[in-house]
């Protein structure tokens, strides 16, 4: 078990921390809640557990979630949910365990749209643009070796797939050279 996962145990189990509605006690006193927003942009609130002169941050909903499912919570591939899609929304009402991909469902469509379009955008190497530009070259020397030289690319699968993208699926038919051309 790793660190944070024996402070949230501990710190429940011993009674030091309560989570009502959603709200963090600390030895029965209030705690005033930090908000930090990740890299992907989701809202995390945190509460700081001191242990042995360190500060630990420690995601609300995972107190909760320990609170309402006990060990589960550590269990392989087990993620905190929120099931409206509102991570600072940490009452035991809105807290699910699921997968990876049930939490990705929990969040609005736009927002998976928005995020799997950034991801697969980070995935291709040329532009659409740039892909008919190395199409166009190939098509007028009718050499792997250059084009490869020319554009950078260092398989001739990876030349191969752009060349044979854009003739069969991607490009408009007037925008091919004449001998690429379905015959009519």
Known sequence: MNKSNEIIKNSIDSGKIKVIDGVVFYNGKKRSLIFKVNRSGYIRVVVSVFLNGTVYPISVSRLVAYKKFGNKLFGKGNQVR??????????EYN??????????????????LKTSLNASSKLRRWTD???????????????YKKTQEKFGISSKGSLWHILHKIKNNNTPLSSLPKRHRPLA
């Open 82 to 91: 929120h099931l409206d899609g509102n991570s600072t929304n940490n009452h």
């Open 95 to 112: 807290i699910e365990l699921g997968s990876q991909s049930d939490n990705m469902m929990d969040k609005p469509e736009q927002e998976r």
């Open 129 to 143: 643009d740039e892909e008919m530009e190395i199409f166009n070259f190939y098509s007028l020397c009718k050499s």
